[in-house]
Structures are given as structure tokens and as C-alpha cells.
């Protein structure tokens, strides 16, 4: 049978697919009897992702992507240029937004 293109093989043995398996990966766990339980993310235990690292405020941001977009420009890089001028509008807006 053929869809979009690819070769489905059909085996009439077995009706289910592998997503189908009710204690898949998406199914309930075991408990681990004896053994902690592994950290979730997200439960409060421990932070979801580490906490933000900003290198100055936002102006100062902005400055430095502007200052990147300078020398871009003298090297003669229009596309770099423009990425960096995007940056540095994008800190303007934050500032903006979070006085």
C-alpha cells in the first residue's frame, strides 16, 4: 500500500501499532521500590531551567548589538548587520516595555 509516497507494510498477525501499547512510554510507570525517585521538572524540587543570565541592562544590551552592527558594516557584512541591528531593536523594545 502506498501513502504520499512511502511504502507502508501492513502484517495482518498483529492489529495494534506500537503506539497502541497501553503502558508505552506515555503509560504509568512502575514504582521504583527501594530506589528514589528521579527529580521531575517542574515540581518545585529544582528549577525547570537554570536562572537567566543577563550581561547588563537593556540599554546597554542594545549598545552592544549596535556597536556589533558597526563593525559589520565595515567589514562589509550587510547580512550580519542587519541580524545585529534586529538585536539591538529587539533590547530597545524590552527597554521600552521594563523601565
Known amino acids: 500500500m502506498y501513502a ?3 511504502v507502508i507494510a501492513i502484517t ?3 492489529s495494534r501499532m506500537p503506539f497502541d501499547n497501553p503502558r ?24 525547570a531551567r537554570p536562572p ?4 547588563g541592562s537593556a540599554q546597554q544590551k542594545q549598545a552592544q ?8 558594516e565595515r567589514r ?8 545585529c541591528r ?7 523594545r ?3 516595555e521594563f523601565p
Do not use: C, N
Not at 52 to 55: C, D, F, I, L, M
Not at 86 to 92: D, I, R, T, V
Open 65 to 72: 548589538w549596535l556597536a556589533r552592527a558597526a563593525d559589520a
Open 76 to 83: 562589509g557584512d550587510a547580512v550580519e548587520a542587519e541580524l
Open 24 to 47: 508505552g512510554a506515555r503509560g504509568p510507570k512502575r514504582p521504583r521500590f527501594g530506589q528514589p525517585a528521579p527529580p521531575q521538572i517542574g515540581s518545585g524540587h529544582s528549577p
Open 52 to 55: 537567566a543570565r543577563v550581561g
Open 4 to 6: 504520499y509516497g512511502m
Open 86 to 92: 534586529q538585536y539591538a531593536e529587539h533590547w530597545y
Open 94 to 96: 524590552v527597554e521600552r
Open 12 to 14: 495482518e498477525t498483529s
